[in-house]
């Protein structure tokens, strides 16, 4: 069964580097999607992007973050400079226009 | 505004007991996706059921079934009989197509914590 694919499945950055947390959805869909888990808390949605444009993005998604599909196949989420609070689950998610499939997620710890 | 809430922020049972799930939505959308997730400990996102805003016959899947009323705007999701593996956080999420034309936009609620003790 086609799967989303995040890598790596745990990153601990220095906080104010650069973090680029890589996904490869599945190879039809068309929306690709980063959604963000605090510990303990909900997840919430950070970007969705398609026709290789960022198609709607929360207020938490400022300017540290960017995302980037490079090569057809990878979608990545770049952190500019982390911060401590930007510890959290990083969850990739890609679509086809109906329900989302989601990877296994990324923990990134900003020490 | 919150758009999907979940009172419960935890729910202890003994193995083998029911447990109940709620879920309560807010949308002005007449076309909406409703979901179940079920994150276990290890941290993945493990898609249950989606329901849409057409359909309410409320379904049995093994010892999964759900509510969904869209009068009040509640989307209950049961486990029956429950076991040890379902201990988890469960969230209910909402998709409205809104501006990108696409379900894959979810609101999550904030979670119940499901804890089952043999």
């Known amino acids: 069964e086609p799967e989303v694919t995040q890598t790596p499945s745990h990153q601990v950055t220095q906080m104010g580097q650069e973090v680029i947390l890589r996904c490869v959805p599945i190879?039809?869909?068309?929306?690709f999607y980063w959604y963000r888990q605090i510990l303990g808390q909900k997840v919430e949605f950070l970007v969705s992007f398609y026709n290789n444009e960022i198609s709607e993005k929360s207020e938490i998604f400022d300017d540290q973050f960017s995302v980037e599909r490079p090569d057809g196949s990878n979608f990545t989420l770049k952190i500019r400079s982390t911060k401590l609070e930007d510890s959290a689950m990083y969850f990739c998610?890609?679509?086809?226009?109906?329900?989302?499939?989601f990877g296994q997620g990324t923990r990134l710890t900003v020490v | 505004a919150q758009k999907v809430t979940q009172a419960q922020t935890e729910i202890s049972v003994v193995e083998k007991e029911d447990v109940t799930l709620d879920c309560v939505y807010e949308?002005?959308?007449?076309?909406?996706?409703l979901f179940w997730y079920k994150q276990p400990p290890s941290g993945e996102l493990v898609f249950l059921i989606r329901?849409?805003?057409?359909?309410?016959q409320n379904e049995i899947s093994g010892r999964y079934s759900w509510n969904f009323q869209k009068s009040t705007s509640s989307f209950n999701f049961t486990i029956t009989a429950s076991q040890v593996v379902d201990s988890a956080v469960y969230f209910c999420a909402l998709s409205e197509v809104g501006t990108t034309d696409s379900w894959g936009k979810l609101q999550f609620g904030a979670g119940t914590q499901v804890v089952v003790t043999p």
């Open positions: 949308t002005r959308d007449t076309t909406y996706y």
């Open positions: 998610a890609s679509s086809e226009g109906m329900e989302a499939f």
């Open positions: 329901r849409n805003s057409f359909d309410e």
């Open positions: 190879s039809n869909h068309l929306y």
